[in-house]
Structure formats: structure tokens, C-alpha cells
């Protein structure tokens, strides 16, 4: 069952940017059974464009194509596809009704060249698209399956994952990837892999991957499986592991750690609000990414001037002029404040210096304070973190939302 | 001078990896006066490579194939290579004994399978590889090049730097790609292209790209510029359009709409506060991007409760029972509220409707309020936006950073 992506736009063959469809798209694929043995990016050329895809029908059982589905001049796939099939083109009453009542909801008017997004080649089922004006297209030829899909991302992953993934269901090989995931927060990769070598060394027959991205850590178990067969070496592998990571695991259901803050939270019955220096927003931004938070984020002050400490968060000036804005008592004080004003249970300050200006002997680029109270107690971390401007802010709010969750854990105290 | 580059290996044809090497090349073929017109990734199958590379052989004048020079079994480029070129392969033993100088120096003994690398195919120049084992090749076939380079990034920029270049150099068409950006908000991909379709139509030339991303809508108009010849047609053009799109566009500089907005408030010496209700600390995230914006950015209230707007933003609980929290009122009091406590000479303001709850029939998901505020007026911007809440949150942010250039612009005064 081979598989290959085609992604088109002359955009991907510049210096600045790169296809990273291909990524999820990949992994989609290779869950479902097939093995992706080719990836290729081709500009908004019809031949170039009519060329590939006519290999491709010769070499793979199913291609997916992303991008160029777009209204405008350079959006070609639909002429391009249509060469390579022989196949006619014409527009679709429905498609082009359902995009009228997209933008009439809108209250914008339809401009004439989105009419193109309404043309559908012969043969072809439409993939709905339910965030986005271009529908994608099922097309069915020799045997094999040719995906058309959105290029912008997010239309692309929403059209796969709820018109071709069900599809893929229905013809079903059998073989699956199964995967079990470890995201773990605290502990550096290397860290992770020195707990974990001796435990995976023993099951050669699942790939284990660690990956590293905003200062969490994933670890993938991964083996393939036939349908008449077990995964308790998996499920096996997967609670060794955690065995060995202790409470530096924050789920093994592929949560983000703003949403176990989340669930811990409502669990809790407590509610929440943030003081943001450095990250000026990055955290009450990731905390609302979650649907629902507002049952317990109250929301918070973004205090990036020394006043809108004093001000609105109720930092002693006094503090702030003997200890820094950037030091353990004012995060303390911010997150007592923050608290107070905001009425609720925990306050959850950072300061810090992101740079690239702002930095000193004593308190370089990348130090950073998180500030931690409930009714009860309040406490601060520091930390050091590497990088340019946006990854010590990033790394500041990771850090900020996993020092909550250790607060939250059943058991836990602050330290 | 068409060009193409192949990626060989199968780990990137897994989920966690992209090639991001052939940006690097892409720039620098580019910069030769090469035209990168397709990029593919192929897995470590002699079988694979050899039928690419036949492929290639017929449609680009230069094949950059990076990886699968290494000394193990996956290692499989050298022999696909020459089958693709029916060409015969040898050892050579001047690269054998520089790999065997190179172990020695290091004091560690060298494999057998080391030795793989000292094979070279009939008629190549060797590529030698300043910082690692594998050398790479380059090889004339019926006047178009093929080059072979190690993957490895470090090893790869060192080769293509060191061997590379200069043999591009001698050949030096001088050709470059030239290249005029065009950045615009306030218009949607079709609205900006029914305006300027009928003025780049008249300069067939020069390619035209329009590419749309959260919000904000490029234009990359490109064209290729030999050594004696001007560009005062790519200057005319951009001149044409900027004229029809008018003051939509915010930047010809490749800047961010954050930097626009940064660097107009400087200017006027105006300081800046935000209440974020919806976006709930986006807005802020994204104006503190820019390093400096703490000369201007006093920070704000991530207003997502009630409560929140009225203790710390002043709006009257009235307002919010009579009119809700999305609506004109509430935002035109969160403006002038964020200002009046953060000090600032303006007051910038969002609340809306992110989904997926929360909406009616009156109010669905997507609305969006956008409040702005200064010592004399008070204006607010209604829109509805499509898609998801992640979609939702970025638009409005956005369209709140779009509001406030527009109101900074010189001449401009709120509506």
C-alpha cells in the first residue's frame, strides 16, 4: 500500500518556507497502512503539476496532493489534475451555493473568482471543508486514490480529519500503527533518555522515538499490528516507562499541559488568574486555548511596565526598586496581587529579562521567576533558560504551567 | 537553468522529520541563478533513488542529492547513483587514505564498513568533506550536473560552501531571482487579487504569488534579472499595485503587522494598553514579539471574566447586563477602561466569541468587537469570522493590531 505527497506552491520552493503538511499527513498515512515511499514539492506550474501526477498514478495506490485549491490565478491543481485524469471540469451548484451562504454569513460579498473554488472535476466526491472556502476532492482512478486537499494547514488536517480519514475506515487493511505516547515536563531529553535506554533496550521490536518541542518532551512507543494480534508488550513498555519517569509524566493521552492544568483545576474546584511580565500575554493565551476555561481562568494583568505592577497587581513600589522587577519577591508579590484583584483561588505570576536587550552580569538574558499563591502559601522558582527572545518566553510559559500542575497534583504540596 | 534537489533518507519519510536542508540549497541555487522548479524526498531504496534519478536526469540542468553517502547498509545514494548513470564504481585510494589520515588523527581505529566511502563513481570530481567522512561528488552527464552531498547539514553547507560554490562561481550565468513583497491586511486573498489581476496581467514576466496567512494577505512579485539588466519593471509593477491596493498595504519591507504598529507608535510618542477578553493575552503576546516594545507597551488586562472587566477595567456592570459582554458598548468601555488604568495613550480592546459554545442566533461564534480609544474619541469595529476557535482568536487579533495601524496611520483619524 504505498503512499505519496505532493505538495504544490511555488511559495515551498523558496528559502523561507518549508511543507509541513507532509508531517501530519505522513503520520495519518502510515496509521491507516500505507508506507509513504515519496514526497515532492512542485510550484503552481499545470504542467509540472500534471506531469508528477501522472507518475504518481503509475508508482502509488494513493496520493495526496495539498494546495493550490485557492481562488486565485496561481491555484492550479484543479486544470492540472484534470489534464492528468482526462477529465472534464465544471462547477458544482451545490459547492458554489454552500460557499454564497458562507460568505453571506459573513456579510461580505462573494468576489466572481471564488466561483473557481465551486469547480469539481468529473467523477470526483467533494471533501467538505468546514473551516475554510476550498473544498477538497476524492477522485477514484485505476485503482487508485487521488486526495486533493487544501494547502493552509488548518483546512488541511480539518478536511482529512473528517472527510478522508472515516473513508480510509471503510477500506480498512487491517495492519495498523499503534502508538503510545509519554509527554513528560522537568526533565531536559537527554535526562529522559538516560531513564529510559535501559527499558526500551529490551523490547527491540517497538520504535521508541523522543522528541522535543517547547520544553515538553514526547516519548512514542510504536509497532505495527495485524489485526489478530495483541499490544501487551506496548502497554507493557508504556507503564515500565512511566515507572521510571515517576510524576515527571503529565499524561499518556496526548494532552496538552494547559489542558491537564485544566482538568486539575476543575477537579479541584479552584480558579485561576495570571500575572504576565515577560511573556506579556503567552500565558493567559495558552491557559484560554483550551474550550471551557473560563469555568476557572479569571483571566489576569498583563503588567509589562513597572507601574502596571504597582497599579493593578498591588507590587510595593519599595520592592521593586530594592529587589528588580525581575526577582523572587516581586513574583511573589505579583502573584499574591494578581490573586487578590482577581478574586481567585491561585495566582500564577512570571517575570523575567527575554532579551535581546535588558540582560546583566547578575541577571542575564533568560532568568526568569514564576510565582505561585493560594490562600494559604506562596512560593517562587527560578530558572535559566537558553535561547533567543521567543523560546526563553515560550520556555517561561511552559515552565509556569507545569510548576501549576505539580501544585495541583493530588498529594502535592508547595515545597 | 532548472534545478532540482533530492533528499535521501528514510527517517524523513517518518512524522518527526522534515528536510529542512534543501532551504539552505534552495537559497544558494537560487542566488547561482538556478530556477529550483521541484524538491523530493525518497526513502534509502536503490531501486527509488535510481528511477528518480533518471527522471531528473532528463528535466534539470543541476540535481543537488543530499544523504545516503554514510558507511552502513541504508547508505544506498553511490550505488543508485551509478546505476542511474550506468557508470562503474571503484575504490579510490586517495579518498581511502585521507579517511584513514582523518581516524588516525583521532586516535580511533577505522571500520571496515568506513571503506564504503572511499568508492567513487567512474568520471566524478570528489567533493572533499572538510568536516567529516563522507566526500561528496560532482558529475557531468550530458550537460547537466549532478551533485552528490552528505547529509548532515553541518557537513553538507561545509561541502556545498567549500567545493560547491566556487565551481558555480566559474560557471556563473549571474543570473539572480529578484524579488518585491507586498504585505496587506484589511483585505480578503480575492479582494486583493480582483484588484491587482488586471495590472500584473500587463507583465507576464514577472511571476505573481499571493499568499494569505492568519489574517494578513502577501504578494511576492518575482522575476529573474541577469548581470546588465535593470528591474524598473518589478519597481513599476509594485508601484502599480500599491497604488490599487492602496493603503491596505501595511509593509514592502517583509515586516510583521506588530512591527508596523511598534514602530508607527514610537513615532508618535504614543504609549499603548490592552484589554483582552476573547484573545486573552494574544494581542499582548504578539505586540510584546517586537524586542523594545516595552518603550510603548504598558501592558493590559486579559479581561475574560465579567468580574474582571468591571474591578479592573471600570467597565459599569450595566453596560455588561444590558448589552452583554460582546458588544459595541462593552468594548468601547474596555478601551477607554485599560486606558484611563494603564496610564497609556490609548487604549486598544477585543471581546468576542471564540467557540465552539457560547453563540445564538443573535450573537454566533466568530463575533468579534475590536474597541479603540484615545483622549478624545472612543470607536469600536464589528466583524464575524470563520472557523475554529484557534482561527477565531488569531483573526482577531490580527484585525485589533490591523485597527490600530490604521488609527496610527499619518492623516488618519478614527471614523
Not at 531513564?195 to 518541542?213: E, F, H, K, M, N
Request: net charge neutral; charged share 25%; proline share 5%.
Amino acid at each position: 500500500m504505498k503512499a505519496e505527497i505532493i505538495a504544490v506552491g511555488s511559495e515551498l520552493l523558496t528559502p523561507e518556507r518549508v511543507d509541513t503538511n507532509s508531517l501530519y499527513l505522513t503520520q495519518k498515512l502510515t496509521e491507516a497502512g500505507f508506507a509513504v515511499h515519496l514526497k515532492t514539492v512542485v510550484g503552481d506550474s499545470v504542467d509540472d503539476i500534471e506531469t508528477l501526477l501522472r507518475a504518481a498514478l503509475r508508482r502509488s495506490r494513493c496520493i495526496v496532493l495539498c494546495g493550490g485549491l485557492g481562488p486565485t490565478e496561481d491555484d492550479r491543481t484543479r486544470a492540472a489534475a484534470a489534464k492528468a485524469l482526462q477529465r472534464t471540469i465544471s462547477t458544482d451548484t451545490e459547492v458554489l451555493e454552500a460557499l454564497r451562504l458562507r460568505f453571506a454569513r459573513r456579510g461580505i460579498p462573494m468576489a466572481k473568482i471564488n466561483e473557481r473554488q465551486a469547480e469539481v472535476i468529473a467523477g470526483a466526491q467533494i471533501l467538505a471543508n468546514p473551516v475554510g472556502t476550498a473544498p477538497g476532492m476524492w477522485i477514484e482512478e485505476k485503482g487508485a486514490w487521488l486526495i486533493l486537499l487544501p494547502g493552509p494547514p488548518r483546512e488541511m488536517t480539518a478536511v482529512f480529519e473528517s472527510q478522508v480519514l472515516p473513508r480510509f475506515a471503510e477500506l480498512g487493511s487491517g495492519r495498523r500503527l499503534e502508538r503510545r505516547t509519554l509527554s513528560i515536563h522537568g526533565l531536559t531529553e537527554s535526562e529522559v533518555d538516560s531513564r529510559i535506554a535501559p527499558v526500551y533496550q529490551s523490547y527491540p521490536g517497538i520504535q521508541t522515538t523522543v522528541l522535543a518541542a517547547a520544553g515538553c518532551i514526547s516519548v512514542w512507543l510504536q509497532r505495527w499490528r495485524s489485526p489478530d494480534e495483541g499490544i501487551s508488550d506496548l502497554e507493557e513498555l508504556s507503564a515500565r516507562m512511566q515507572k521510571v519517569l515517576g510524576d515527571f509524566v503529565f499524561t499518556t493521552a496526548d494532552e496538552k499541559l494547559e489542558e491537564v492544568v485544566g482538568r486539575l483545576l476543575r477537579a479541584s474546584g479552584q480558579s485561576l488568574a495570571v500575572a504576565e511580565s515577560c511573556t506579556a500575554g503567552m500565558l493567559g493565551a495558552a491557559i484560554s486555548r483550551v474550550p471551557g476555561s473560563s469555568a476557572y481562568f479569571h483571566g489576569g494583568v498583563i503588567c509589562y511596565s513597572n507601574d502596571m505592577k504597582v497599579d493593578l497587581c498591588g507590587v510595593p513600589r519599595e520592592l521593586l526598586e530594592g529587589h528588580g522587577a525581575v526577582s523572587a519577591a516581586v513574583a511573589e508579590a505579583l502573584a499574591r496581587g494578581v490573586r487578590s484583584v482577581a478574586h481567585s483561588s491561585i495566582g500564577l505570576s512570571v517575570t523575567g529579562i527575554a532579551g535581546p536587550g535588558g540582560g546583566s552580569e547578575e541577571k542575564p538574558v533568560g532568568l526568569v521567576y514564576v510565582g505561585l499563591a493560594d490562600a494559604m502559601r506562596c512560593t517562587h522558582m527560578r530558572r535559566i533558560f537558553p535561547g533567543d527572545r521567543h523560546t526563553v518566553r515560550e520556555l517561561t510559559t511552559t515552565a509556569a504551567l507545569g510548576r501549576l500542575r505539580r501544585f495541583l497534583m493530588p498529594g502535592e504540596t508547595i515545597p
